[in-house]
Nanobody, 115 residues
Framework: QVQLVESGGGLVQAGGSLRLSCAASGSIVSFNAMGWYRQAPGKQRELVATITSGGSANYGDAVKGRFTISRDNAKNTVYLQMNSLKPEDTAVYYC?????????WGQGTQVTVSS
């Protein structure tokens, strides 16, 4: 099992930016697609963005044009650059290792956007 550790969350004003990082414990993740998901209080967990092992990205409609997912396979790390943040982006953000199903989850990092 691979351990995923997220960092970079915090409190930011609307319009601000944050960069989340997800560090993986093993190099095998370079062969996996990786993703970011989020869950707001009282809501279902939703897709934020995914990135293939080759670097192709896909985004949820709510974040297109504002968020950018990237990866550094040499560092076993996946990033989520979040710009133009809105209060509705407030949620716990989770990193995930993807296969035919979601294989591993991180513990999550809280992002709070104040208006």
């Amino acid at each position: 099992q691979v351990q995923l550790v997220e960092s970079g969350g915090g409190l930011v004003q609307a319009g601000g930016s944050l960069r989340l990082s997800c560090a993986a414990s093993g190099s095998i993740v370079s062969f996996n697609a990786m993703g970011w998901y989020r869950q707001a209080p009282g809501k279902q967990r939703e897709l934020v963005a995914t990135i293939t092992s080759g670097g192709s990205a896909n985004y949820g409609d709510a974040v297109k044009g504002r968020f950018t997912i990237s990866r550094d396979n040499a560092k076993n790390t996946v990033y989520l650059q979040m710009n133009s943040l809105k209060p509705e982006d407030t949620a716990v953000y989770y990193c995930a290792r993807l296969g035919p199903i979601i294989i591993d989850w991180g513990q999550g990092t809280q992002v709070t956007v104040s208006s």
